[in-house]
């Protein structure tokens, strides 16, 4: 979460009619990593955008999905979400991943971390 909104809920949830089968391709990649944890996706579905941060993406066409590795390297947590325009990375895309990693692993360290099941 940043402050009260899930921007990567809102990347996937918002969008223009042309990107829509990208944002449920992408849900159906969290769906199958939700079921079956990040190791089983296939190396094609992400990489690692960002080796000293340690920020990856997911990709489904143009749209790229940033997370990060947490609780043991076992789920993704996802930060924000792009329409990939050029070859590079956004960077402001990345920072934000990295600001939203370091919140979390504060969190962890503290035990001040909640978890939010949004499906009620």
Known sequence: MDGDECPAEQFLITGESATKA????????????????LHAAPA???HEVNK????YEFK??????FFF???????AVCTTG????????????VSK???????????????TYEV????D
Not at 116 to 119: A, G, R
């Open 52 to 55: 000293e941060q340690g920020i």
């Open 22 to 37: 990208s944002r449920i391709g992408l849900f159906s990649m969290l769906q199958f990593v939700a079921e079956r944890g």
């Open 69 to 75: 590795k947490g609780s043991e390297g076992t789920i």
């Open 97 to 111: 991943a990295a600001r939203l990693k370091s919140e979390y692993e504060v969190a962890i360290r503290k035990n």
């Open 82 to 93: 792009i329409l990939k325009k050029g070859q590079k990375v956004d960077a402001a895309s």
């Open 116 to 119: 939010v099941d949004d499906e």
């Open 44 to 46: 094609a579905w992400h």
């Open 60 to 65: 489904k066409g143009d749209l790229r999905l």
